[in-house]
């Protein structure tokens, strides 16, 4: 008796098979679930030199062993597969219903492979799942497709994980989204889906999670550990008053908030764009922009936004459709559409928020690569007739125009597509792609914040926050305060921070509980669900294990030392304002120390000793 669900589905897009296997408990006890034990199927499965495009990758949703129990934040969900937008191991996480739903459909995960050769969806009703043909969704937003699905299966209560138009056409951050806003957002993941002539998973569940192995001892953990979210400043009040954008206008005070691409670290637009400024009141209409805060699946913190734009503005005055109450900017978006690109007009931040939803394409590699193309609009790399519009650092109206161009696959819309680090090396210029591994930086500056941008540079999935969000330490002083420009100590931070995430990711909790809980909080749930043997020490030797398998996936895929880098201009354009003025990157003195703790050799492999420590 254990959380897990116990099965798994296998489907074989090229033979058009679906068929059920049991779940190998081995591996789940070893790298317990969603992000660990995914990827744990996807390396034994795959060779890592696959083209991510091709049929010969797989594509895998995966839930954890909290996943759909009474755990706050149960509702999470994986996207696992290689990723084309960096070749490296892509693992993107996702919040709403839908992972709750696969778990109490009576499965763990859903394993993708081949290649089907006309568009098809995957329909999950308990025990039956079948392949159906989606010729007539192809071409259909992922917001259509909801809709049509729900319709045409005559059930509102359907929960679907698609595409959109840019999964379809190749952009190489396309997202899977599912419940209309929440969404597997970064390394292309919707690309991979697209590939393979997949829409959709539609599913609907009806047995829950009833084999949690004591249920009185899980009932009184996740009681208790709900009373720690509560009572604690950041997810009993921060989170749910203003959500994540509460960090707009603290991160851009402490001068780490990158603007224009990275040529400046603080932003002078940033009050317009924060969180503040979306409970504001407008001037135009007199109506604030947020409309309310939502919650995911078993959420206690609901940091999630609702939004109404202004219909008056620009954007949408000839647009009613996107006149409703619609999913609302987080903070990394916010950024990336606003500060990225020296944009300081909130409703335009909206629109391509939801262009970036409807359509299915990750706001903060968008927004980030507008951020570039911008920049070499600025320096006349890029001209107006290339672009098809005036494109300078500020503009709005190029904001919106390039996210309808980059949605559609139109004009300049499909170079966009590529990323920055394409982009910018096929017009010359490859030191303007503020990127880690091809993937572009979210939120913090690395130089003024030393230990994320240690963080991003040895990322398993390029620039990351999620993957070890030293952030809570270095601004926020969760679980202690560390200096941010302060190198020294931070590869040891660094690793503590990327060993708990894999753990808390792969129990199938959300990392904004860690906020407030440590895994000292966590343990109770899993062994109460799963097992006695699960205590916070073997999580996070759990987590360990998993840090290491993603990084021996992309060593063999050839990556090497020498992808754990950051551009030339956190290294040696110093921060001009703030509280870091005068400072850059020491990543150099940083990386052979992270090297060390990890117990990896200097190049950057694990050693002999560290891999029979951690049983790979």
Sequence with gaps: NMSWAGKILRVNLTAGTVTSEPLNMEWARAYLGSRGLGTKYLVNEIDPKVDPLSADNKIIWATGPLTGTMASTGGRYTVITKGPLTGAIACSNSGGYWGAELKMAGWDMVIFEGKSAKPVYLYICDDVAELRDADHLWGKSVWQTEDMLKKSHQDPLLRISSIGKSGENGVLYAAVVNDLHRAAGRSGVGAVMGSKNLKAIAVRGTKGVGNVQNPKAFMAAAKAAKKVLADNAVTGQGLPTYGTQVLMNVINEIGGLPTRNHRDVQFEGAKDISAEAMATPRKTDGKKHLVTNQACFGCTIACGRISKMDESHFSVQNKPEYWGASGGLEYEAAWALGAANGVNDLEALQYANLICNEEGFDPISFGATIGAVMELYEMGVLTKDQIGIESPFGSAKALCELADMTAKGIGFGKE??????????????????????????????????????????????????????????????????????????????????????????????????????????VAPQVQAACGEEFTMEHLNHIGERIWNMEREFNNAAGFTKADDSLPKRLLTEAAKTGPGKGVVSKLPEMLPKYYEVRGWDSEGRPTTQTKQRLGL
């Design 416 to 521: 966009i597509g590529l990323g920055s680090k394409r982009l910018t090396a096929k017009y010359g210029h490859p030191d303007l792609s503020m990127s880690v591994k091809g993937q572009e930086f979210p939120a913090y500056d690395g130089r003024v914040i030393q230990g994320i941008g240690l963080a991003y540079a040895t990322s398993n999935r390029g620039a990351c926050h999620l993957r070890g969000y030293t952030i809570a330490s270095e601004v926020l002083g969760i679980p202690v305060k560390t200096e941010p420009t302060e190198h020294e100590g931070k590869p040891e931070l660094v690793k503590a921070f990327q060993d708990a995430t894999a753990a808390f990711d792969s129990a199938g909790v959300c990392i904004f509980t860690s906020f407030a809980w440590t895994l000292a909080d």
